[in-house]
């Protein structure tokens, strides 16, 4: 059963930083993209972050770029998502999903395996 759990979410004071953690579980990581995404309430899901099956292509979204690290240990299983300098804007819910796609053009992909979510607070 293909699984990917996230944590490391909550409640930081603009400024601040947080680490996601996406642990994956019943297929081989080594094969896959990884994406992080993001929704916030009111607003459409978006792109985040992308870092390929053997973290040699990585994308980041304007609106986090200089301020997220994206990166992946195949050996065991997780990926993070280092997240600085956090504004309230940042305030979402942050999933990470899993696809055999390339990270190029990566948010027009459908990736077929996701998380449940891990949920972001950036406020004072």
């Known amino acids: 059963q293909y699984q990917l759990v996230e944590s490391g979410g909550g409640l930081v004071q603009p400024g601040g930083s947080l680490r996601l953690t996406c642990a994956a579980s019943g297929f081989t990581l080594d094969y896959y993209a990884i994406g992080w995404f993001r929704q916030a309430p009111g607003k459409e899901r978006e792109g985040v972050s992308c870092?390929?099956?053997?973290?040699?292509?990585?994308k980041y979204a304007d609106s986090v770029k200089g301020r997220f690290n994206i990166s992946r240990d195949n050996a065991k299983k997780m990926i993070y998502l280092q997240m600085d300098i956090l504004k309230p804007e940042d305030t979402a819910v942050y999933y990470c999903?899993?696809?055999?796609?390339?990270?190029?053009?990566?948010?027009?992909?459908?990736?077929?395996?996701w998380g449940q979510g891990t949920q972001v607070t950036v406020s004072s």
């Open positions: 999903a899993a696809e055999l796609v390339p990270c190029n053009n990566y948010e027009q992909f459908h990736f077929g395996t």
């Open positions: 870092i390929s099956s053997n973290g040699g292509s990585i």
